[in-house]
């Protein structure tokens, strides 16, 4: 006679109803929501930082305009299918 183990497991279903009070409060979990930059990367973006901070007004008008020429361009290509 050849005996075998068998193990059952019960999986308890969640709730379908919400839960309200303490027990449906769950605890928070610290992120960090900083993120990993390299230091190559790093030199970039405060270089890319600084052009920015000193022609914002001029890549804020640029890409309005190129943004505005897209959308034309998207409404004229589908006007003529």
């Known amino acids: 006679m050849v005996s075998s183990d ?4 019960f999986v ?3 709730s379908l ?3 309200f009070g303490k027990l449906g409060i769950k605890p ?3 992120i960090s929501a900083r993120p990993t930059v390299s230091k190559s990367m790093n030199g970039m973006l ?5 052009m920015l901070s000193l022609h914002g007004g ?3 008008k ?3 305009v190129v943004w505005t020429v897209a959308v034309l361009a998207a409404v004229f ?3 003529q299918a």
């Open 77 to 79: 290509f589908v006007m």
């Open 28 to 30: 928070s979990v610290p």
């Open 46 to 50: 405060a270089h890319m930082r600084e």
């Open 58 to 60: 001029m890549a804020l």
């Open 6 to 9: 068998i193990e059952v497991v």
């Open 62 to 64: 640029l890409s309005v």
């Open 12 to 14: 308890r279903e969640p």
């Open 17 to 19: 109803l919400p839960v």
